[in-house]
């Protein structure tokens, strides 16, 4: 291990001074050296003996400190907390973690959780940090600033990936749309009337600050900066398609994209000085017109947001460059674009979570883009991204009445059904009603079953859609799910219940506690303490004694 500090102080000759490092497990020194100071500043390599590496399954954490020493005497010390790992990054094969190679599940998070706002504690971080590894996530990326410490602490702790970013706007402003999003006509508000004197600090801090959690793996300087017109431009986007909206086509008087480039070319040699360990990327919104400009040579990865229909065509133009999904939506293509292109080491999903931002016209209070709700729970959405990225076994059905295929013709010989990625797991209709299960699993095949009968035969794993589906006529009851091997015999079940219509209680779970904070779960049950999932019955909650409500 490379270790390095930097000391403060008025003695500029640094004369007589000495830093001790030590690194240590489980509190047993493992390594150390004592080097003298020279110009403020000293390093050392170690060598660890038999080193516990970090990654996603076994995060091994060591602890790292540098003490300030003079005439023997110890005048100051600092302790950080290090993993050891490698990271390799190949334009062919991907992304490999301590040689072995790894596909990124990633998904972009914001920096709030709900009602809590930006100020979330460290307990409700890592209650949804467990419920994406649990969903088989094993990264998320800081949109589209550096976040909470506790974030990256979690992540060293828990083992997930980092992509740490530093902005979403460079020197002239995005449009902003002020009456919810996609409404009424945008403004011009943002960071960038300070971006020229910031930019360079706030990206030199954030590498600074967060360089030494070996779950960071990725310091992206900046988001969606080259949108097409929003503000650059270039003679390109006359007649070029992209993905996203162009808001015309090449305008004169729009700043030149080339711009872009330049910039990038100056903070990715400001990351590279601080730490040439990890790659430095960006997040690419208009490839067409980057590809234009000196900004994908500038970093050394380059993400491609909403645009997997260039990774082929890129990977034969610039078979050097190393592509990967920075922001990329949740359906199946958009992973199987992952999936079957070993070039493509990974994506970020658009969004982990729920969040207050881009939402709609008012009362819209947030956007629902989320694997997870605000509460912290899988949807329907998350259950099936859990089918594509787990590595246990799963299964999970949602029901819906049966509808007309898209583009409303009557369903017919050849015609595939109406199959959603968004099913609630319900089960409370009219007697005969013709209802479409759909079973998200990664298992071979499944089978269901109403009230032990089987009512859907052993279906295979569908590698079109991702779905298994049986259409039922609806009794009431239990309805189950099992997902099953290749022989048949059940790996995993997954069941869901009529309830009654109206709760007619509530059910209280304290999920976690600590001196500081309770996180409890209130839900709507029937009579046989079944959850009412489709109730929308009020409820109050009256706090009493030595604690608030947030």
Known sequence: MEVETAIEGNDASSEGYQITFAFSKDGQTVATATVPVAQMKASATLRIPHPACWDLDNPNLYAYTATLVKDGKSLDSATYRAGLRTLAFDADHGFSLNGQNVKVKGVCVHHDAGVLGAAVPREVWKRRLLALK???????????????????????????????????????????????????????????????????????????????????????????????????????????SISQPMYGGYKPEAPRAERIGEIALRLSAIVRSLDASRPVTGALAGVVMSNETAYPDAVDVVGYNYTES?????????????????????????????????????????????????????????LGTGLIDFAGYPKPRGKFREALWSEQPMVYIGTYPERAPRGGQRQGQGQRPYLSAEAMDMWNYADGQSIRVVCYTNTPQARLLLNGTEVGPLQPYDDATGIITWLVPYAAGTLTAEGCDADGQALCRYAIATTAAAPAALRVTLLDRTPTLAQILVEAVDSADQRVKMSRTSVTATVTGAARLL
Not at 180 to 208: C, H, Q, Y
Not at 212 to 232: C, Q, R, T
Not at 327 to 336: A, H, L, N, R, S
Not at 340 to 357: A, R
Request: glycine residues 10%.
């Open 310 to 366: 260039r990774y082929v065509t890129d990977h034969e133009k610039y078979p050097s460059r190393v592509i990967y999904g920075s922001e990329t939506g949740v359906g199946f293509p958009e992973w199987k674009a992952v999936r079957d292109n070993e070039h493509i080491f990974g994506q970020f999903i658009w969004t982990g979570f729920d969040y207050l931002g881009e939402s709609g016209a008012w009362p819209s209070r947030g």
């Open 134 to 240: 649990d969903m088989g996530a094993n990264a998320v990326r800081c949109s589209h600033n550096p976040q909470n410490p506790d974030l990256y602490d979690l992540c060293d702790e828990l083992g997930l990936l980092v992509m740490d970013e530093a902005s979403d706007e460079w020197e002239y402003p995005k449009r902003k749309w002020l009456k919810g999003w996609n409404k009424g006509e945008p403004g011009f508000e943002g960071s960038f009337d300070f971006f020229a004197e910031w930019i360079d600090r706030d990206v030199t801090d954030m590498v600074l600050r967060d360089r030494n959690h070996p779950s960071v793996i990725l310091w992206s300087i900046g988001n969606e900066v080259d949108y097409p017109n929003d503000p650059y431009s270039h003679p390109v986007l006359d007649g070029t």
